[in-house]
């Protein structure tokens, strides 16, 4: 790939093809039937037919195209065994790698944004990038003071691209619907759009990573790098080394395994109550497991990206914390009513309380335990019992609704659970819920609370 491919006909062209393609191995797979192959070995090569083209299209087109494969990544864990091996290593490429941009496209940017001197800036600067994502490729350099850094380089045209992707991949949600059974895509896809703008402002994410990269300074668990210099289309931080968790996933321990689970699911729930802002884009190529500084030391987790984040003052919606707490309580009226007063129960509709929380106790079975080991055949089963049509869950979940500032929270958390079943991690989700989530341990009184620390 010579280039970005910016012009609309093009890439539309290309995403086009995507739904034909689809119908055409449909074909394919019937003729092959009828001629004496056996359904599941058909439906194998159809699955893996389906996977190298859709994802050879979005990691080629990147903008919004790429950006909807990774989000639509995290989610593999929630398919069948049979469809999600054929996917799972095709959506696992969307993570860490893209076609890279011509080296006369990367100097033409950064001449342009940080000067035709640009290279006096840097005591080293490598030609090969060392990561490629949806709107931008990273380069490692040298600073001129000595500091290594990662350079991120916006491709040119990244914004063009980005909405006209998502405009056309929205016209056929309901054909990629198939892929994640019981998510809507429609709403995802629109959700990415609404984001876009803020993506490709560097200065608003040089500003959340700086104030990241402050409130984490010197922590145990998480390592965020700093930022170095930004302008526009260009941002340099800090270089960190470590382990990209799409490898942990793939051949990590169980000891790096579970400490990454338990070092995601902290940073989750710490950094809005900690920084005010949530990190929006929880993909594997977003993280790091760093080694142990010292021999016998923990592990801890390198954040990257900080280009998608929802800002929370007060951080998470303390509501979260109550409806949690309430429903592990068994208080059905109680939850019911919260959920009411939020929107996420319509004034038009009503509904059986005791039946709103059966939907409820099964998703948050993670708080429930000490240690919770999440799989790919949990996911599986939360995702087949809302996506049947002929169960009650699915019959209740139709009558709930996702009030708009909830909107990103509710994918950010589905995603970073994604995350942990493909790690399968054990963790101890409840530790951190106490520690971080409004609302979730009951208010102790003053007098009571006062006593206690004495």
């Known amino acids: 790939m010579s280039d970005l491919p910016r012009k609309a006909v093009t890439r539309t062209v290309k995403l086009a093809a995507l739904p034909l393609g689809f119908a055409g191995r449909a074909t394919w797979g019937l003729g092959k039937r009828i001629g004496g192959k056996s359904a599941e070995l058909v ?17 080629e087109l990147k903008g919004g195209a790429m950006k909807f494969g990774q989000a639509l990544s995290v989610f593999e864990s929630a398919l069948p065994e049979e469809v999600a091996g054929p ?12 076609p890279p941009m011509p080296t006369r496209t990367v100097h033409a940017v950064l001449a ?21 994502a949806s709107i931008g490729q990273v380069h490692r350099a040298v600073w001129h003071d000595g500091r290594e850094v990662a350079v991120k380089v916006q491709y040119p045209g990244a914004g063009d691209a980005l909405l006209s992707d998502l405009t056309q991949l929205s016209r056929f949600a309901r054909l990629l619907g198939p892929l994640i059974p019981g998510m809507d895509i429609k709403p995802l896809i629109s959700e990415l759009r609404d984001r876009v703008s803020e993506e490709l402002d ?11 990269a402050a409130e984490f300074a010197g922590d145990a668990d998480v390592v965020v790098p700093d930022v170095v210099h930004q302008s526009d289309q260009v941002l340099v931080t800090e270089w960190i080394d470590g382990i990209p968790l799409s490898e942990v996933i793939n051949d990590g321990t169980p000891e790096q395994r579970d400490r990454a689970g338990q070092l995601l699911t902290r940073f989750l729930f710490s950094g809005p109550a900690r920084t005010g802002l949530l990190h929006a884009d929880p993909h594997p190529g977003n993280f790091r497991l760093l080694p142990p500084q010292q021999e016998g030391g923990p592990w801890r987790l390198g954040v990257l990206d900080f280009g998608t984040v929802d800002r929370l003052p007060g951080g998470l919606p303390r509501t979260i914390g109550e409806s949690l707490r309430m429903t592990l309580e ?13 929107g996420f129960v319509r004034e038009s509709i009503d509904l059986d309380p005791d039946a709103v929380l059966d939907y409820l106790l099964p998703i948050i079975e993670p708080a429930q335990a000490d240690e919770f080991t999440f799989s790919r055949g949990w996911m599986r089963g939360q995702a087949a019992r809302i996506a049947d049509p002929r169960s009650p869950a699915h019959q209740l979940g139709k009558q709930l609704n996702l009030p708009p500032s909830y909107l990103l929270i509710h994918r950010v958390t589905l995603s970073t659970i994604g995350v942990l079943c493909q790690l399968d991690a054990t963790v101890r989700m409840r530790d951190e819920l106490e520690e971080w989530m409004p609302g979730f341990l009951a208010d102790v009184p003053q007098e009571q609370e006062a006593a206690e620390e004495a």
Do not use: N, S
């Open 43 to 59: 439906a194998r090569e159809l699955q893996q037919r389906t996977a190298e083209q859709l994802f050879k299209v979005l990691g």
């Open 87 to 98: 996917y799972r290593a095709a959506l696992t490429k969307l993570q860490e790698a893209a």
């Open 112 to 132: 342009e944004r940080i000067g035709a001197d640009w290279r006096e800036l840097f005591l080293e600067f490598e030609e090969k990038p060392a990561a490629a």
């Open 202 to 212: 560097y200065e608003l994410e040089a500003r959340a990573q700086r104030e990241h």
């Open 330 to 342: 068994g208080q059905a009226e109680a939850v019911y009513d919260l959920l009411r007063g939020e």
